[in-house]
């Protein structure tokens, strides 16, 4: 509305306008209503169900080639090994004579009295890989929680000779490319640190390097118990190539291990059936 003062014959008039000002700094834009928020919601959710399988698959996959890359630089390293030791692996009594051990200097943590690791294959490898906590090879990120404390995922063994795909005169069964020499552990609990594992008398002390000791010698070391046994951490999608005579369970994962020949293979597991007189279990066999 607008007024203006007119002369003093013409008295006062009021003018209104028709046209009044548009607002200023204001937006009459609409906004979302509620049905169009949970429109857009729920095409998020859609799309985010479709995508979280595909990274999952993206870290298992990664995953899955930390733990090879952990095993090829294992395997470099064993190579480094036999090359300075006459060409072949080391004896039981050289790697303290049990499958599965603590990292190189680590304590047991439940015995205070406990001394530092100075046996296994971390410790023989340790001048060829100069592992440090943060970059630590023998871990596999994969494993399960409770393995995970452990500070070391693979176990492994030893056998006469050294890194070859040819069949040992005194094995001629055995193919190296699917024995295994290093492998992710899944039933096995540390030795006790320092301390070397009993061997019986085929391997007398001073037959390092022999031909006498004629089996792999070692000590499995304590087992868990079988409801504490770990299925395969990692997941692929792969076929058995081997047939078991007895029922086929469930799978349950896959695992890693390097062979006499220092190669890389798949293994897959199965889970653990318990029953009231015990379990079933299959062992993991080679797929890959």
Not at 11 to 34: D, E, M, Q, V
Not at 137 to 155: E, Q, T
Not at 240 to 267: A, W
Request: hydrophobic share 35%; aromatic share 12%.
């Amino acid at each position: 509305m607008m007024c203006t003062r007119c002369g003093p014959s013409q008295g006062r008039r009021i003018i209104i306008s028709r046209h009044p000002k548009k607002n200023r700094g204001f937006s009459t834009a609409r906004g979302f209503t509620l049905v169009e928020l949970l429109v857009v919601i729920a095409i998020i959710a859609i799309l985010l169900a479709l995508l979280l399988p595909f990274i999952k698959r993206a870290h298992q996959s990664a995953q899955n080639q930390v733990c090879k890359s952990n095993l090829r630089q294992i395997g470099f390293a064993i190579r480094m090994y036999c090359d300075d030791n006459r060409g072949r692996f080391p004896d039981p009594y050289t790697l303290g004579g049990a499958w599965f051990r603590r990292p190189v200097g680590e304590r047991d943590p439940d015995d205070p009295a406990s001394l530092p690791e100075v046996y296994g294959w971390s410790a023989l490898l340790q001048p060829y890989l100069k592992v440090k906590r943060e970059n630590n090879i023998w871990l596999c990120r994969s494993n399960r929680d409770d393995y995970l404390a452990h500070k070391i995922s693979y176990a492994g063994n030893t056998w006469p000779g050294g890194p070859t795909s040819k069949p040992r005169l005194a094995f001629p069964q055995i193919d190296p490319t699917q024995q295994a020499v290093v492998f992710e552990n899944w039933q096995l609990e540390p030795w006790k640190s320092g301390v070397p594992a009993p061997l019986d008398d085929r391997y007398p002390p001073g037959y390092e390097y022999s031909a006498k000791w004629v089996t792999n010698g070692m000590n499995a070391s304590p087992y868990l118990s079988a409801t504490h046994w770990q299925g395969g951490p990692h997941y692929y999608n792969l076929q058995r190539n081997t047939s078991y005579k007895t029922t086929v369970l469930n799978t349950d994962g896959y695992s890693h291990s390097l062979h006499l020949d220092l190669s890389i293979h798949v293994r897959r597991h199965y889970k653990l059936i318990i029953v009231p007189n015990g379990y079933t279990v299959v062992f993991p066999d080679p797929v890959d």
